[in-house]
């Protein structure tokens, strides 16, 4: 099997963090009430309501960056794990 390019394995996880993020931010502008429902779902009933707090573009700005540079690192060591996985077994 093919080595993975772990800078393109980075960028394409920090690319997909990036647009996943903007979504939940703009979903979460727009109807707030309705994105915390959601949200206590997939965290298994947690109230976020009781913690949420509105959102500064600012806030959402760093956020968004915070994310995209955490998941470019991931990807980076996904990649390199799986490298040495593949060259090991």
Known sequence: MD??????????????????YAICVVFYWIAPKTTLIYFNYLFHGVE?????????????????????ASAYLVGILFANLYNYFNKKY
């Open 48 to 68: 976020l309501s009781n913690i949420a707090k509105q959102i500064v573009f600012t806030d959402a700005l760093i956020g968004l960056v915070l994310m995209s």
């Open 3 to 20: 080595k993975l390019d772990s800078n393109v394995v980075g960028l394409t996880l920090a690319s997909l963090s990036a647009i996943l």
